[in-house]
Each structure stands twice: as structure tokens, then as C-alpha cells.
């Protein structure tokens, strides 16, 4: 059984007490906190970079994720990690030497991990395994939170899970996009085991840490049916 992560998006945050939102968040028990990074060119909208999340870096303990949705993100990669951000992740589309720039990710200390688009094959990403801690299969297109979740990404999740089952150490499968109560289970029985949700965390009538409770132990189930189903 992997571990199961809950890490929750910031873009539904109240970005005018963006420090307290995430103090809240790691009050409600999240495992990491995801800032969605975008530039408005590689998607259709722009938040924020790395001096935005340095700001609020001192507030909480929890590990950051910086989830690049930005063209040409070498330059800007140290900036992230200088930033307090410990795991990177870049999308392959934006990325011309994919296996160079995870390299440097690591170089620079942090965990090294590469998104899919829903229409990017998995085999995109098959030749850099070995240099990965995380891979992101999108279960939305990237730009905007509240989308619906895409389940025709649910045959790539399995698909990813068992590649990266195939590497020499573990690899988290994390996925993002639409993610709620409705749908983790479908996530996590495909084979993800770290769940990006934003809007359905924030809207949850309990609030934010019943929702994490609430996906993580729906998560946890799906996975021992995954389990049994494969035994
Ligand atoms: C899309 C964003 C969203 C966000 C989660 O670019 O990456 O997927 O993190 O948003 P919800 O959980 O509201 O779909």
C-alpha cells in the first residue's frame, strides 16, 4: 500500500491572507501544499511566482510543490527552489530537453517530477523514468480550477502506475484536475496515490480537514480494492 498524499491547489485560496490559508490547511492535515504556477502562455490564465511563495514559506512546515504551467521553465527553476518549493514539477510540453532539465532539478536539491496533458501519451515520458520522484497525469486541462474531471484519464493512470512500477525506486503518481469525493475513488483505483484537489476541498461543507480526511480514506479503500483486485 503507498502511502497516500493529500495536497491541496491554492488557486481557490484567499490570496489576500494567503499566509493563513495555508497555516489552515496544514492545521486541516494536507501532506504538501501545490502552487499552480502559470504564465499565460502555455495556459490561459497568469497567478504567481517564486517571490509569492516565498512569502509564505516560514508559515508552515509542510513540504511545497510548484507545479510549473510555464513556457520555458529553465531559467525560472532555481528561483522556485530558492523559494522553499521541494518537489518541481514541469509539463514535457514545455520542456525541449526534458531529461537535462530534471536533471537540474535534482542538482539543485529538489525532487524532480513532469506533468502530461490529457492529450500527451504517457510514452512521452517513458525514456526519463529513472530520473523521476513524481509523475502528474492531468485530469483536466491545465489553466483553471472547478473544471470536470476527465475519467478517459483514467486507462493512462493505470497505464502510468505500472511503468513507473517498473523503475528501481518508488515513484508517486499524482493526479490533478476535478478531484472530489465523487472522483478519487476512480483516481486511486487506477493507481494514483497523491490527489491535487482544490475547489472540492474548499467548497466541502465540513471544511477543510474533513474533506482531506475524507479523501484520503476514500483514497486508501480504492487502493486496497486495487490490491485485492491484483492479488
Ligand atoms: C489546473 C489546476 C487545477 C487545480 C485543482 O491547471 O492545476 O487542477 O490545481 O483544481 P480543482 O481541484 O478545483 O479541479
Redesign the pocket.
Known sequence: MPPIRIAP?V??ADFARLGDECAALERAGVDRI?F?V?DGRF?PNLTFGPDVIASVRSVVSVPFEA?L?IEEPDHLIPRFVEAGCQIIIVHVETCTHLHRTLASIRDLGAAPAVALNPHTPLEMVASVVDLLDMLLV?T?N??????AYITTMEPKIDAARRLLDRADHWIDLEV????SAATVEGAAEAGANVL??????YRHPGGLGEATGELRKLASQAWQRRIAAQS
Open positions: 491547489s488557486l481557490p501545490q499552480d502559470m495556459v507545479h504551467m492531468m483536466v491545465p489553466g483553471f480550477g472547478g473544471q490533478d484536475g476535478g478531484i491535487i484537489s482544490g475547489s472540492a476541498l
